[in-house]
């Protein structure tokens, strides 16, 4: 089964700093997904990013970027020039590469941006 | 994108009565939905898969006669959280996977009072 571990609670940087979330996994799958979601105070799932194992190459989107290292199973969430609107839990997630199957998340990270 | 559209947003019963939560797939065909419950500060924990015109696969500790899932048709899969009692007020969530992302409904707060 898998498993995912976001060993940061919490987490508190002040505007316009870079930060970084922290997850590992572990699956003896070969492909998968990883992702990246967002959960601001209004409990929306929102999606920040997604990496796919077989590609090799780290997904940015904007400010937000990974580091997937696949053989130590480490995918952590950078986010640059942070602003007020990245106050929100983050989760970690895994999911299988195909087919109707569960995502497993993590525990969360609860990040703050202050002003 | 696709969208899963869930109702109500928010809602308060008595304690004993029923609530129905709705999850509406609108530009896709759901054929599974999974439900989660979220408490303060926590993750989603999974509750149960449903799957369109069979029986859900419930996780583990998950009382099957208490939260019923209905899914009979490919946009529309159902919670019903039965005799509801103070402790079953939480946060549940829908989603399905119509491609290689998932999607999420926004969300139901249930208070049971």
């Known amino acids: 089964a898998q498993t995912v571990t976001q060993s940061q609670p919490e987490m508190s940087v002040q505007e316009a700093e870079t930060v970084t979330l922290s997850c590992t996994y572990d699956t003896s799958e070969n492909n998968y997904y990883l992702f990246w979601y967002k959960q601001p105070p209004s409990r929306q799932m929102i999606l920040v990013i997604r990496q796919e194992a077989y590609k090799q190459q780290n997904a940015t989107e904007n400010r937000f970027s990974v580091n997937f290292q696949k053989a130590a199973k480490s995918f952590s969430l950078k986010i640059s020039d942070s602003q007020l609107g990245d106050t929100a839990m983050y989760f970690c997630?895994?999911?299988?590469?195909?087919?109707?199957?569960?995502?497993?998340f993590g525990q969360g990270t609860r990040l703050t941006i202050n002003p | 994108g696709a969208v899963v559209s869930q109702h109500p947003s928010w809602v308060i019963c008595k304690s004993g009565t029923s609530v129905k939560i709705e999850c509406r797939s609108l530009d896709f065909q759901a054929t599974t939905m999974f439900w989660y419950r979220q408490f303060p500060k926590q993750s989603l924990m999974l509750m149960a898969t449903?799957?369109?015109?069979?029986?859900?696969?419930?996780e583990q500790g998950v009382e099957k006669d208490k939260f019923l899932i209905n899914h009979a048709s490919l946009t529309l899969s159902t919670l019903t959280v039965t005799s509801a009692h103070p402790e079953d007020s939480s946060f549940y969530i829908c989603?399905?996977?119509?491609?290689?992302?998932?999607?999420f409904g926004s969300g139901t707060r249930l208070t049971v009072v």
């Open positions: 989603s399905a996977r119509p491609g290689y992302g998932y999607t």
């Open positions: 449903s799957n369109e015109g069979s029986k859900a696969t419930y």
């Open positions: 997630a895994f999911g299988p590469s195909q087919g109707a199957q569960k995502l497993v």
